[in-house]
């Protein structure tokens, strides 16, 4: 096949094939065709078709009748204008095109857990005391013409009912939905004024988290400001204000509690009915009966909620009730407390009773709560230091001026305590407890102490210490009693000195050097004492240590005192065979010494005898040499001229010279018998020559001659016979 035949050939197939339909077609197809092409256009202009998650808002274009009254937006009695029924999801017949205009719009969804607004955009006007439209029981503003021309006909504006979770097919020509997410509405109906000012209530509501319930309970909680600010847990009330109705009586801030309970004919369910409120004779305004723990679905531009922490009052203190609520009271305190009033519970004032520990929904716009501590607390007037209750965080420590001239600090501390049923007392009087101790307990204390310093020297006050505590601790008593509280006791610290004051200081070194001697002593004294103790404990652990060695040593000698038995009478055998060897031998002995003795004595006397006989030989020789020399020198007449004799006749047999080259003198010696030995020649007359210049004259006379005679004849007549022979 040529190209040409290919390009040729489907338009010859078309041509045959328009040939067989125009073969087909006849003129009676010209009758038959516009039949439904008719019944279309039929159809177009008269059925409206609404799908089913849509509502049709019908908008009547123009009528026999005429057009809506004047102060109206919705045609109830088939005037032009928007219409009051709405079309539901299907086809719809008898709308004409060119009558009527159907505007397609979503069903309305309230999301589960939240809330919806509405506002009417026709209805009757508000009253001048009304904020919000009354509620209607027109199928949750479904049947919009039960709204409007019911038995009890709506108002125009914001409504005081609310949308729960739902899908709502509502007619949004008259009503405009104010959600979390959208508003619904016809936005060609609105001006820009009315959408401003819709979209400024959602925004609104959006702050105030208006489209979910209000939860009430425990919960958190941010406070503070951007980087500083923090979360903590609270558990929570809820205060409620309410923006319709009645207005308050003059003179009243809280409106009073009206349809509380389920028994009551008009019970609003915590606000959540606003009808049943205000029919019950609710005010508008700030209300005394505060929501408290659960989840409340409540109409924001009806009554808005202020979430507050509920009021604790703990242990060990009760909360005295200051109420700004109820009727006029009737003091309880009687003619003679000139402080205040007291009242009775729902009455205005200082209540009576005060509240116990425990947590309440304590309405603090309708009253306050003053807590008062019925433990005993402590006060300290000292400077930079405080308790965490914070009542003596102004108070500082007492200045005073001693006798002496000192000034000092006082640090002081007292322990107070308020009795609970004096509470309210307390409290009508001074305020609260803050304002009980820095207008009346501080100037009377510093007074007090200020007067007691003026009579006391600075020792006298350190010394003095506790017997000034014991009269503060009376006399504080008794004043404290006079305002309802009472003193338990009253602690003085150490006088501190001021900034750049030395005195004090010396004063004190002193008195601690006196102090540290004093205790020395008295350490010494103890340190001896333990030092004996030491000795003994140690002799004790020595002992107790060497207790086995003892044990053994003891053991040891028992062992040694038997061994020594034994051995004691082994000896014993010993000794008494010994002595009799002993005896025998001694008298054998005896025997030999008896004889030993008697030879002794025989040779002993034989020897006497010799000696005597040998000495008397001796004396007898030499008496005669002597009675020689007597004689010769004697002879001589003068001793002189003996010695000199003698001399000559030594010297001339001696080998000496008589005159020597040298000549040497010493003493006599025993060594040789020369000229200078005893007896010698120089000796001689060396002893002549000192006898005659002591004195001594050598001269023979004759009585001394005697004496030696008589002296030889004894000695001679001394001499034994057996001597002699």
């Known amino acids: 096949m040529s190209l040409v035949g290919a390009v040729e050939s489907p338009l010859l197939l078309a041509a045959t094939e328009d040939a067989s339909w125009f073969a087909w077609f006849s003129p009676w197809h010209l009758l038959v065709l516009p039949v439904p092409l008719f019944v279309l256009g039929f159809l177009w202009l008269t059925v409206r078709y609404i799908p089913n998650d849509r509502v049709g808002i019908v908008e009547k274009l123009w009528s026999s009748r005429g057009y809506v009254g004047e102060g109206r937006i919705i045609a109830m009695n088939g005037e032009a204008g928007y219409q009051a029924r709405l079309l539901r999801g299907g086809l719809h017949w008898g709308y004409w095109r060119w009558q009527y205009a159907v505007h397609k719009v979503r069903l309305v969804t309230v999301s589960e857990g939240k809330i919806a607004y509405v506002y009417a955009r026709d209805g009757q006007p508000l009253p001048s005391s009304q904020t919000l439209g009354r509620v209607v029981a027109c199928n949750d503003y479904q049947d919009a013409t039960e709204f409007l021309i019911g038995q009890i006909r709506g108002q125009r504006g914001r409504q005081r009912a609310i949308l729960r979770e739902g899908v709502y097919a509502i007619n949004l020509a008259v009503f405009t939905v104010i959600t979390e997410s959208k508003v619904h509405t016809l936005s060609h109906l609105l001006d820009r004024n009315e959408t401003a000012a819709i979209h400024g209530w959602r925004d609104a509501l959006a702050d105030v988290d208006g489209f979910r319930p209000v939860v009430i309970g425990r ?55 606003p009808e049943a409120f205000l029919a019950s004779g609710g005010r508008r305004g700030r209300q005394y009966v505060p929501l408290t723990d659960g989840t409340y679905f409540l109409n924001r531009w009806f009554a808005s909620v202020e979430l507050i922490p509920k009021t604790v009052v703990p242990i060990g203190s009760v909360g ?77 420590s007492i200045d005073l001026v001693t006798k002496d001239a000192y000034e000092p600090l006082l640090p002081l501390s ?135 060695e003892i044990t053994n040593s003891r053991s040891r000698v028992q062992v040694a005192e038997s061994q020594g038995e034994a051995d004691l009478a082994q000896a014993r055998k010993r000794a008494e065979q010994t002595v009799v060897v002993a005896d025998a031998e001694l008298a054998r002995s005896r025997r030999e010494a008896e004889q030993t003795v008697v030879v002794a004595e025989a040779e002993a006397k034989r020897d006497q005898l010799a000696g005597q006989a040998q000495a008397q030989r001796v004396a007898q020789v030499g008496l005669a040499e002597a009675s020689v020399l007597l004689k010769r020198i004697g002879s001589f007449g003068d001793p002189r001229l003996y010695a000199l004799t003698q001399a000559a006749e030594n010297l001339s047999h001696s080998a000496q010279p008589l005159v020597p080259e040298r000549l040497f003198v010493a003493g006599g010696t025993e060594q040789s018998g020369g000229v200078n030995s005893p007896g010698g020649l120089l000796s001689t007359l060396i002893e002549l020559l000192v006898a005659e210049r002591s004195g001594f004259e050598l001269s023979g006379d004759a009585s001394e001659r005697k004496e030696l005679e008589s002296y030889a004849e004894q000695l001679v007549s001394e001499v034994p016979t057996e001597a002699k022979a």
């Not at 319709?244 to 959540?272: C, F, K, M, R, W």
């Not at 030491?534 to 002992?543: D, G, M």
Request: net charge negative.
């Open 219 to 273: 919960g958190v909680q941010f406070v503070g400001d951007g980087e500083e600010g923090g979360c903590r847990e609270i558990d929570s009330i809820g205060i409620v204000t309410v923006h319709d109705g009645p207005s308050l009586p003059p003179g009243e801030i809280i409106a009073p509690a009206v349809g509380t309970t389920s028994s009551d004919l008009h019970y609003h369910n915590n606000y959540q009915d």
């Open 414 to 548: 007292v322990v107070v305590h308020i009795d609970y049923q004096r509470a309210p007392g307390v409290i009508q009087r001074f305020g609260d407890v803050k304002k009980l101790i820095t207008q009346t307990l501080d100037p009377m204390l510093s007074a007090f102490f200020r007067d007691i310093a003026h009579t006391k020297t600075m020792l006298e006050l350190l010394h003095d210490r506790q017997s000034i505590q014991e009269e503060a601790r009376k006399k504080l008593r008794d004043k404290f009693h006079d305002f309802d509280i009472e003193c338990v006791d009253v602690l003085i610290g150490k006088p501190d000195p001021r900034e750049g004051d030395d005195k004090i200081e010396t004063l004190l070194e002193q008195l601690r050097l006196r102090q540290l001697s004093t205790e020395q002593v008295e350490t010494f004294a103890q340190q001896r004492v333990a030092a004996d103790k030491r000795r003994v404990l140690y002799e004790a652990e020595a002992l107790a240590d060497m207790q086995t």
């Open 320 to 396: 005295v009730v200051v109420s700004y609520y109820g009727r006029e009271g009737q003091d309880v305190t009687g003619a003679g407390f000139r402080h205040g009033e007291r009242v009775g519970e729902g009455e205005r004032g200082v209540r009576e009773r005060p509240l116990g520990p425990g947590k309440y929904a304590f309405n603090t716009s309708a009253g306050s709560v003053v807590l008062v501590p019925t433990t005993n607390f402590v006060l300290h007037w000292i400077t930079g230091k405080t308790e965490l209750h914070r009542f003596d965080e102004s108070l500082k």
